[in-house]
């Protein structure tokens, strides 16, 4: 009888994981100068983030109708003032619906105007996750690779890691494009020279060998950057044990279980995320014994067991 039991505690598991509900949270840009946004009109699908870019000037992002001026109340970035090429402001709303949506700046209107146009589904739009973490590498070298799984090129630029609870870093650039399938690979806590596939962050701290990171879309207005929220954070991912900083955060967008985690791989060793785009969670990461940073074939080839079959019978005999 408790052999029977100890089966179906594992196969309702091994079905949960398998049939876990994908959580979407794709992105498309608008940039905001010269008393314009470009594009004016954007297609995406519900649960995807507009994600604004102040490149000049002062303006705003408000929902309502740009001839009457009436804000609709679902979203106001507020008057934001940006300056190229690492000066901007950002803002975002996560669409929920489809629909057409109207949006204006406030002292621009009607003539500075826009809208957004949500589909169920099937719109191309980019979707970027973090896809490997190396923290515990003898040279010393902390690198987080974020990959566009969408099927549109996106813009990282302004956009937020955390690495502890309350604290992100902002990549300080407007424009870091991305195309679909391109990856980029975040360098924490050092110095060096920017290119097309490698970011330097002096400010982002050092990955711990047990820790998690988290990834957010821009936000720069006063008083709505919380780490807490939900519909801003956009993936997420913990090794070595669970509880750290913003977990609860992914666990109520639906990107993580509460205290799960990636269990710690060797020295010189990568965890690598190697499923479908739309999965998360800890049992889609693995052991990389080759680190392959910025577009290197992956190596998903030894699964990490976040529950041996022991760990569970203690768990439930």
């Known amino acids: 009888m408790r052999h029977g039991f100890i089966g179906s505690v594992l196969t309702a598991l091994l079905t949960s994981s398998l049939l876990a509900p994908a959580a979407r949270a794709g992105q498309v840009r608008v940039n905001i100068s010269n008393f314009m946004f470009s594009p004016s009109a954007v297609?995406?699908?519900?649960?995807?983030?507009?994600?604004?870019?102040?490149?000049?000037?002062?303006h705003s992002s408000t929902s309502g109708d740009s001839?009457?001026?009436?804000?609709?109340?679902?979203?106001?970035?507020?008057?934001?003032?940006?300056?190229?090429?690492?000066?901007?402001?950002?803002?975002?709303?996560?669409?929920?619906?489809?629909?057409?949506?109207?949006f204006y700046c406030t002292p621009h209107a009607p003539a500075m105007a826009g809208r957004v146009i949500a589909a169920a589904s099937g719109v191309p739009v980019s979707d970027f996750r973090i896809s490997e973490v190396l923290y515990n590498a003898a040279s010393g070298s902390q690198l987080i690779?974020?990959?566009?799984?969408?099927?549109?090129?996106?813009?990282?630029?302004?956009?937020?890691?955390?690495?502890?609870?309350?604290?992100?870093?902002?990549?300080?650039?407007?424009?870091?494009?991305?195309?679909?399938?391109?990856?980029?690979?975040?360098?924490?806590?050092?110095?060096?020279?920017?290119?097309?596939?490698?970011?330097?962050?002096?400010?982002?701290?050092?990955?711990?060998?047990?820790?998690?990171?988290?990834?957010?879309?821009?936000?720069?207005?006063?008083?709505?950057?919380?780490?807490?929220?939900?519909?801003?954070?956009?993936?997420?991912?913990?090794?070595?044990?669970?509880?750290?900083?913003?977990?609860?955060?992914?666990?109520?967008?639906?990107?993580?279980?509460?205290?799960?985690?990636?269990p710690a791989v060797a020295a010189g060793h990568s965890i690598e995320y190697c499923d479908a785009p739309l999965r998360h969670g800890a049992t889609h990461w693995y052991d990389n014994p080759t680190p392959n940073f910025s577009g290197g074939a992956n190596n998903c080839l030894t699964p990490i067991r976040p529950s041996s079959w022991g760990r569970i019978k203690s768990l439930y005999r």
């Open 43 to 58: 297609n995406c699908n519900s649960g995807d983030h507009v994600v604004w870019v102040w490149t000049g000037g002062s």
């Open 67 to 102: 001839n009457t001026v009436t804000p609709d109340s679902r979203w106001d970035s507020g008057l934001q003032i940006g300056a190229a090429p690492s000066n901007g402001a950002s803002f975002n709303w996560k669409s929920t619906g489809s629909g057409t949506f109207l």
């Open 145 to 262: 690779e974020i990959t566009n799984f969408g099927a549109a090129a996106g813009n990282l630029g302004r956009y937020r890691l955390s690495i502890a609870t309350g604290v992100a870093v902002s990549i300080t650039l407007d424009d870091v494009a991305v195309p679909a399938g391109g990856t980029l690979t975040i360098h924490a806590n050092a110095s060096g020279t920017n290119t097309a596939t490698d970011l330097f962050l002096a400010t982002l701290p050092a990955l711990p060998a047990t820790g998690a990171a988290a990834l957010y879309v821009p936000n720069t207005k006063p008083g709505a950057t919380a780490l807490t929220d939900a519909n801003q954070i956009i993936d997420f991912v913990q090794w070595g044990a669970g509880g750290g900083g913003n977990e609860a955060t992914a666990v109520a967008a639906a990107f993580w279980g509460s205290g799960a985690f990636v």
